[in-house]
Each structure stands twice: as structure tokens, then as C-alpha cells.
């Protein structure tokens, strides 16, 4: 865009043919500079060497809740870690739907369609688990590999087990503990945009069973007491509720929460929503 700006003034003497000529150029460079400005986050101007994906030089760390063979290996999963404040199990195996399908199944599609989103637009993901067929990690090792990858921000992604009658979806949000003091108040932010991405860009409604108005404080979580990076938990609908679980077991469902979450990155990292 500088080239036009750059552009030398016309100098006295020129002749007609001359000025009309510099004018189209000039009108060329000004209208593809403005089809470069409309082009949409992710796509790059022709010519340019630098990329302009919008979180390109990021690092995003998913968690994907449990892991499918989690119920294979009740000794594992009750293995005692200290998850900042006190001693917890392992990992559980998560909850399913009344049908069978699994949180763990669920965690995992959004997290593949997320870090897909999150590659295309220039991240570089990193995920706790790297299928649906295997036991753990624990919480606090999903906790440290994030932190060790140096991730901007995260996001743990799980569904709930509520009363059959309760809906919607809540953002848990940390507690000041010691490693994640620095994070707690972006932490929060970031959650407001996940909360605010979820209304507008998925069919999941805010909790009307758990928290307030969509939030909760956790204390009692290795994945936010260990944090060094902003993250939230977010319990995507009630598995136990009929009308969650024909939403949560969807496909298109679970892309359009995977797009809410990365608008909510997006928002965080670049200070944008994107279109
Ligand atoms: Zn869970």
C-alpha cells in the first residue's frame, strides 16, 4: 500500500498525454490497493512475501477433554496428581449421551476441526492427545505440555453431565493460585469472547442449570490452576439433556462451535473479531 502513498507528485511541464497516463496508473495501483484491504482475513495480496493470516506466529493449545480408551484403565485414570491446590484423580472417563456417543468423541471432533481452522489461518496447534483411541494423559501432564509448548492462550473443551431438564453451555474461568496468577484476568476476557462467539455463531444456549449467566469460577481444576497461558474450560451443552445431546452429537454442530472458538482466539489474539 506504501507504493502509492510513495508515488511522486506530478511535476509542472508534463504534457496532457503524460498526466492522464500517471492518473490511470495511479487509479490502477489505488483501486487494486483497495480490492488487496477488502480481500478477507486469511487470503494474501498478491505479491506479498509476508504473511498476513491472522495468527500467523501464534502458537493455540487444545485440549480435548478425555481420551477414548479412558475407561479401559480405571487404575490410571485414579492415579492421585496434585492439580495446584489439592490431590485428584487422574483424568474420568467423561459422560456420553443417553445414545452412547461420548464426550471423548465430542472433544476430539471439535478439537480436529478447530486445529483445522487455526492451521488455515496461520497458527500452529497444539493438541493434548493426538487421536481418540488412546488412554490420558493426565490433567496435569495435559497442563504442562501447553505450558511447555509456550502457547499464546488455550482452550480446554469439554461437554457436562447435568439434570436432564438443565441446557446450554458455561465458561469456567480460574481462580488465582500461584502459576496462574498473570493469567487470570485475560483468562476472563478470553471467556467473554468464547461466551459471546457461542451465542452468535452456534445453536448452544447459555446454562439455565450451572453457574451464572454462562460462567463459573474453578479452583479445583489442574487445567486452569496450572495454566501459564489465558485459558478457559468450556462445558458445551448438557450431554444428559435431550435437545443438547441431538445438538452436540451433530456434525455441523460441532464445526460451528469450533468456529465460535477460533472468532474467540481470534478476537483475543488480534484484538478483532473475524467476519
Ligand atoms: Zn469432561
Redesign the pocket.
Known sequence: MDRVHRNPGLSPGRSRIQVLAVAVVAAMLTSACAAASAAPAGVRAAGSRSDSRPLAGKIVGIDP??NGLNYTDPAFLSKQIWNGREWEDCD?T??QTAGGYT?ARF?FNVATYLAADLRKDGARVVLTRPSNRGIGPCVDRRARILDRAHANISIDI???YGPASGRGFTVLEPVADGPNDKVVGPSIRFGHYVHTAFLRRTRMTVSDYYGHNGYILRNDLAGLNLTTMPKVLI?SGNMNNATDARLLTQARVQRSIARALAAAIIRFLTGHWPS
Open positions: 477433554g478425555h474420568t467423561g459422560t464426550e472433544t469439554h461437554a457436562d462445558e
